[in-house]
């Protein structure tokens, strides 16, 4: 029997304000998408085997909120991510049968139209949900108010700025549960903290307060540990030759406890793995400080979770918590001129030498005609020569190692959209004036699209009221205020012990073969989480990756300033986490580089060498 039905059926439950309260039990809450685009099989899989009370589904980034404005802009039933609506509405009845309950951030800007459509698809099933939605994190209509408080930017401090196109506030856990109070089976939201989708239910379920903290921590966690869907089943895995079927790739499961121990798992007879390291991975991911998470509903501290391996999955426990900030924060995009994105396939001896040639004739045709029209230069130009292993730096292969076939990448940014224009009519002439080798233009000639760019702020959350709609009946949410906020102590800069008097010995090691490594993006930083495989390999992994042996590393990917690493302990699972400030060439919605998020420094880091080491063996011995 379904394990939603049995717990209706066998749990003692009290109800208190409209929260249910579900006493020596576990609530199970699945994962069905990661971002916008993701697999709609994992709805299907998790209703028919994840045996879940709670379905979450995670759409929303930076670039998808101005996607989402340019849609309703054309269009005002527009402004929702589809895939949401898509992934459920074939099985609508069989989410309505099983009792299970929804919770999205797919409403993007326009949750009222998203939940317009689900229900006439329900309808037309012949089924009804009451579809609860949350409005208030559209900071758009107080553009003004906000240009003349004079708002600054939280990280470079730059002026608000005038080309803003959206600007939403991250809303915690709060407004969801108050939807589920008033009896919601679906809740759709706009801009929320993506843990908090999971949060919410436990909260709820559970009769969590908003000041018990600790439980809030771990519920935060297990939200983060499964808002990335598969990553942390197998997907994105430092040992991915080792995850089996990734056509069948399992999406997680959280199994949690009242007292906040959570279980990590997936659908039988589904393919990836559950091990310390692909959850390990997850946890570190796209975050900073350990110890100071700060999200809406309480800052957490993961620096001493710890993990243990089961026949069911992994089980996580160990998070802490401390009150809140006052703030929300607030991720705004800003239109600052046009970018444009030219991708060429070489073939043949010297393929890398081809297109550091034609790239350069490129530039040189076009700014001669740029001066011929009196057209300012380019802002900015990116060229990389993909096969010359350019993202490498200087740890790059030679020229006698390179490839007999490259890729350019040329991308270009410019304040006029006609001088993007010019730039771009003059690739095609090196299909006939060009080297020899030149087998295709990946989609044709490229086209102008705005440069987006983050600005991201602070805001007081007693200013930002949420409203909960649900069947015409709209309810309010203020966030609570604590006296206590986060301490110095917490959020103060790491440091950086050295070690000294390590055993040494004859042995080279790459960090692959120590640590399982994993990179992330927020705004124009990367963070690497490195977790070692023993716990005896942290020591000299500490001591080989300084922050400035990591700064020298990644030397060429810093821009302008601002470029520094920072590295956080986290005892608990036995890794380190840097963070890369300014690392990203703008960020995911504005750089023009082939990594904009920083996906492959997890992997570029895991090839720096560690030298004089004893044996791994030796290491493990000597600490037993």
Known sequence: MLFASVLRRNCVQSTISGRRYVHNKKVRIGCSSGFWGDTPTAVPQLLYGGNIQ????DYLSEVTMSLLVAARSKNPQLGFTPDFVESVAPHLTQIKKQGIKIVTNGGGINPKACVDMLQTLAKKQGTEFKIAYV???DLMPRKELLQKEGIKEMFSKQDFPSTVNSMNAYYGAGPIVKALELGADIVITGRSTDSALALAPLMYEFGWKNTEFDKLAAGSLAGHLIECGSQCTGGNHTDWESVPDFDNLGFPVAEVSNDGEILI????????????????EQMLYEI????????????????????????EGVVVW???GTPPTPDYKISATYLDGFKATCVVNFAGRKSVEKCRVIADSIFKRTRMIFKKLNVPDFDKVHVQVIGAEECFGANA????????????????????KKALGI?????AACGTGGTPGITATMGGRPKPSPCLKLFSFLYPKSKMDADVHLDGQIESYTASQFDQVASDDVLKKPEEKSLENLPVGGHTYRLEELAYTRSGDKGNSCNVGVIARHPAYLPYIKHALSTEKVYSHFKHVFEGPGGLVRRYDCPGIHGLNFVLESSLGGGGIASLRPDPQGKAYGQILADIILVNMPSKEEIVRRSE
Request: hydrophobic residues 40%; negative net charge; glycine residues 12%.
């Open 265 to 280: 798992t997936k659908a039988p007879n589904t393919g990836g793995i559950l091990t310390l390291g692909s959850v390990g």
């Open 318 to 320: 160990g998070a802490k």
């Open 397 to 416: 292969v030679g020229p006698t190692g390179y490839p007999r076939e490259a890729v350019l990448w040329m991308a270009v940014k410019h304040h006029d």
């Open 288 to 311: 900073g400080d350990p110890k100071a998470y700060v999200l809406p509903d309480v800052v957490a501290d993961f620096s001493n979770v710890q993990m243990k391996e089961t026949e």
């Open 423 to 427: 730039w771009a009519k003059e690739i």
């Open 54 to 57: 709670y379905l979450v589904c």
């Open 135 to 137: 409005l208030g994190d």
